[in-house]
């Protein structure tokens, strides 16, 4: 009688009308088997039981495994969702791409392996769902800081405001802090967008938010790094002051200031040097402000294995980019003066 019955995650499944018996007792299969599957059960005899009992359970077997199955073909799929939408979010691609994706990996699996298909198009990349995915991942990453950030002894913060290609304010804040094995980390805690005005108050407001957002302890705050802009360091309104206020209202001690050394005014700075600097910017001038110059400079060849492949704009506000332009000058120096050998030709024979 019990041979009509499969144990299945601890339960018995019946193998006629693969019922569900919750308790496995001989009583209660028994009293199953009696109410239910006695009249077609008991004309079976020998062989022919035996035969249909492996039968049966062979097919609820293989049902079984399809649930698997598929359930694994789902965790896949979905898995999938989260790896491209990762790569979309890292390389900044538009949400919608995810559609674009999908088709080209449609266009491949029909080439390469026809019969899978079928299990690409159950990847589900379009827009909203790529939103959704990306917003699952940040609250993920949030979580994790969150829970890291409590786990440390001190932290410090590194401040820096600066408008994006909207020109709408953005403020970058960065955490670095160490725990009691002396493991430092360092993570990127928020990116505020600020509107409207972008004084030390409203600088502050975001910083606010971010720290009690990671239930940060303002106690075990090290040093704070910030530009040299007047509303992160004035002494009045300015973001260090108020943080400095609000350490005082704790008696709290007052967290180190340290100036960004990408924006500290280098050596660099006070060189007099523009004898080759603006010749140098001149020549780069001449050659990126006309398009027609451009291509032309462009076409002419330059030597193997130089790093640089085009003169690069001039920017006074970010002293960084003062080396790379002489170095890509210096890399394409026999390009420059060919083009200027060839454009100095050219104008004396128009003459």
């Known amino acids: 009688m019990i041979t009509i019955f499969m144990r299945y995650k601890e339960r018995a499944e019946c193998l006629i009308f693969q019922n569900i018996v919750a308790v496995f007792k001989e009583y209660n299969l028994r009293r199953h088997y009696q109410t239910q599957n ?14 249909k009992i492996l ?13 698997v199955k598929q359930k694994q073909l789902n965790i896949s799929s979905l898995q999938a969702s989260f790896q491209i939408a990762k790569l979309i979010a890292r390389t900044g691609k538009p949400f919608v791409e995810g559609e674009f994706v999908k088709d080209c990996l449609l266009s491949v699996a029909k080439e390469m392996c026809p019969e899978k298909a079928d299990l690409f198009s159950t990847v589900s990349l379009s827009g909203p769902t790529i939103t959704q995915r990306i917003e699952e991942m940040g ?31 953005q403020l970058l804040i960065f955490i670095r802090g160490t725990n009691d094995y002396f493991e430092v980390t360092e993570e990127l805690a928020a ?6 005005t972008t004084t030390g108050a409203d600088i502050y407001k975001k910083l606010c938010q971010t720290v009690n957002g990671l ?23 300015g973001v260090i002051a108020h943080i400095k206020q609000e ?85 394409l120096l026999p390009q420059n003066y060919s083009f200027s050998t060839f454009k100095k030709q050219r104008s004396t024979r128009a003459q």
């Open 38 to 51: 006695k009249d077609i059960y008991d004309c079976l005899v020998g062989e022919v039981r035996k035969d």
């Open 139 to 169: 609250d993920n990453l949030h979580q994790h800081l969150q829970n890291s950030a409590k786990k440390r002894c001190y932290f410090s913060l590194a401040l820096d405001e600066s408008n994006d290609v909207r020109d709408s304010a």
């Open 191 to 196: 990116l505020q967008s600020i509107k409207c």
């Open 247 to 331: 350490m005082d209202k704790h008696n709290h001690p007052h967290p180190i200031t340290i100036h960004c050394l990408i924006h500290q005014v280098l050596c660099c700075k006070s060189l007099k040097w523009d004898s080759v600097r603006k010749i140098v910017v001149s020549c780069v001038n001449f050659i990126r402000v006309h398009a027609v110059n451009h291509r032309q400079f462009q076409e002419f060849p330059s030597e193997p294995n130089v790093d640089s492949e085009d003169v690069l704009y001039h920017t006074e506000v970010r002293w960084l980019s003062r080396g790379r332009v002489l170095k890509g000058f210096y890399d």
């Open 55 to 67: 039968k049966l359970k062979n097919t609820l077997t293989t049902q079984q495994n399809t649930f």
């Open 215 to 237: 239930e940060l302890d303002w106690a075990k705050r090290a040093s704070v790094t910030t530009d040299g802009a007047p509303s992160m360091v004035g002494s009045k309104k």
